[in-house]
């Protein structure tokens, strides 16, 4: 944890302006993933262009279109991840942590276009459903579920702590999902000649799709906007600082994230005293990282000089 002191601008001298940073993990590399699942999903891509092809299936032409689409979500997503790890230079501070934010809002609005455009094909179907060569449909979609299940395995285990590797696993999820409606549907037509399942269970998958990727639309929404992550209380935390030893006051806090795996924090701390050490400066950082997963602390001390009062004081300056 690397610590700096120095006067603030429009503050008086005593004022220091501590920067506290414990020691942050950096996002998981999944480029290993992505390789492999752009390389699965292109594979049944062609698979899927070969054989509707042969069997004249539109159906199957048209979802090789959306898992194209699919295909360049995960390419954007692998970029935002080699992005992230980019050095900060004298133009961007951070670096280039933030592009994973805006990949996972740009892919949570990409899945919901797609989802609506099957929706929109599924309604054209059922007002005026087609003859489907059901046992060509059959194996191709159970090849997709093969590949795309196997493609949102490789995301899982990151999908709850980094937000871009949840817009991949919603991705091949929801692709899974409707590979293996597809599938259902083919067999209940290869017995009923019902043509109708298929648009069916396609318009009912899109409803799951969509409820699934809601939250991850709000979530990534929410972060562009540098509001609060998910998961961390701003007044436990404000509690936090507050009770800290020779804190009179506490203002100006800010919780943002830096990317979809680290956040960022900055407070004006008053203390009488002065200022407290570097040992209690690196206690604190440490605790709001093993509290609160904040992995960017910057913590400003003032003596609280009435004569010299701090202009972000009131809550609702910024």
């Known amino acids: 944890m690397a610590h700096d002191s120095h006067d603030h601008a429009g503050h008086t001298a005593g004022h220091h302006h501590t920067h506290a940073h414990s020691h942050a993990h950096g996002p998981a590399n999944y480029g290993r993933a992505f ?98 060569a059901s046992g060509i449909v059959i194996g191709v979609a159970a090849f997709g579920v093969a590949i795309n299940t196997g493609t949102a ?10 937000l871009n590797i949840r817009a991949a696993f919603l991705h091949m999820a929801g692709d899974a999902a409707v590979s293996l409606g597809v599938v259902l549907a083919g067999i209940g037509m290869l017995f009923t000649d019902w043509f109708w399942l298929d648009p069916a269970v396609s318009l009912l998958i899109s409803a799951v799709i969509v409820i699934a990727t809601w939250g991850l639309l709000r979530d990534s929404l929410n972060l562009t906007l540098h509001g609060v992550p998910e998961g961390i209380e701003t007044q436990a935390v404000r509690a936090y600082l507050a009770a800290l030893p020779d804190v009179a006051a506490v203002h100006d806090l800010h919780i943002w994230a830096m990317s979809t795996t680290e956040t960022a924090l900055t407070v004006h701390l008053v203390m009488p005293n002065g200022h407290p050490g570097d040992a209690l400066l690196n206690r604190i950082g440490n605790e709001l990282q093993r509290r609160f997963r904040i992995d960017h602390p910057t913590l400003q001390v003032e003596a609280g000089d009435p004569a010299h009062p701090c202009a972000l004081a009131p809550d609702h300056r910024v």
């Open 35 to 132: 390789a492999i699942g752009v390389a699965l999903n292109l594979s049944f891509v062609l698979a899927e262009v070969v054989f509707g092809m042969i069997g004249h299936s539109l159906a199957l032409l048209a979802d090789a279109g959306h898992n194209m689409s699919d295909i360049l979500g995960l390419l954007m997503a692998w970029g935002a991840t080699a992005l992230s790890r980019r050095q900060p230079s004298a133009r961007f501070t951070y670096g280039l942590r933030s592009s994973s934010i805006l990949v996972a809002l740009a892919n949570a609005v990409f899945l919901l276009v797609v989802t609506g455009g099957i929706a929109w094909e599924a309604i054209q179907r059922m007002l005026h459903p087609t003859p489907v």
């Open 153 to 162: 395995l490789l995301f899982m285990a990151g999908r709850k702590g980094d």
